[in-house]
């Protein structure tokens, strides 16, 4: 009940633009049937073991999104499910995408995950790595994988300014390359705001956020 309470209190609030990821990691199925249960279809996991687990035993009209960092060697076991990938980081990781997505005859939506934070540990690309993979003649060729979006994370502190300056500098990047239109790149989901954050992420063009604890309680990774 707790769950499905929670969804509805978040969703009430969401505006009708912004998609609710439940970010379900280190959570038993049964507390995903009890957000399932409450109309909830998008689930965000960040280990790939962990989440086809999950999508072996759920119900098949779950969209499943990886929200971790990903290893290149087993994008394979989530390339014949996977929904959106978000935290696409190098063209590398792309080519492997694009290699199993076309083995299981898909083309794999993914978001490219953008470096905003402060904390170095913190994965992602910045404007300038963003832009040499754009350049790149070999992305072109990525026929099976197609760039949907923009995703990234804020620094962890209670500075909210410091938040919003980064969430901003995002949208303006997310901004600047909606106008670019490739078959293989065509934004148009921004992914940013998990539970600490998301009012503000959306308040900054947020189009995707992405919640766990205050849907499922807090993690226990014991
Ligand atoms: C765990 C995680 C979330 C959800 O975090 P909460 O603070 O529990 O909402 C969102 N995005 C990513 C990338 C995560 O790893």
Same mark, same amino acid.
């Given at each position: ?20 990821? /439940?970010?379900?990691? #280190? $959570?038993?199925?049964? !507390?995903?049937? %009890?957000?399932? *249960? ?78 905003? /934070?402060?904390?170095? #540990? $913190?994965?992602?690309? !910045?404007?300038? %790595?963003?832009? *040499? ?90």
């Amino acid at each position: 009940m707790r769950i499905a309470e929670n969804i509805q209190n978040i969703k009430a609030a969401l505006p009708p633009e912004v998609t609710l990821v /439940a970010v379900s990691k #280190t $959570k038993p199925v049964s !507390d995903l049937m %009890e957000a399932y *249960a409450a109309g909830q279809r998008i689930f965000g996991e960040n280990k790939i073991q962990e989440m086809t687990e999950k999508w072996e035993q759920l119900p098949k009209d779950i969209e499943w999104h990886m929200i971790g960092h990903v290893q290149s060697n087993k994008v394979k076991y989530m390339a014949p499910y996977v929904a959106l990938i978000h935290g696409v980081d190098s063209l590398k990781l792309l080519q492997e995408i694009n290699k199993q997505a076309a083995k299981n005859n898909r083309v794999i939506d993914c978001l490219l995950q953008i470096h905003i /934070a402060e904390e170095e #540990t $913190k994965f992602g690309l !910045d404007a300038s %790595e963003l832009e *040499a993979i754009l350049n790149a003649a070999s992305f072109h060729s990525l026929q099976n994988i197609k760039v949907i979006g923009l995703m990234g994370m804020a620094t962890f502190t209670e500075d909210n300014a410091q938040i919003q300056k980064e969430f901003q500098f995002l949208k303006s990047l997310f901004d600047q390359y909606q106008s670019v239109q490739w078959p293989n790149f065509q934004l148009q989901t921004l992914s940013m705001g998990m539970s600490g954050d998301y009012q503000l992420a959306i308040d900054c063009g947020s189009t995707m956020v992405r919640i766990g604890s205050s849907i499922f309680g807090v993690r226990n990774y014991s």
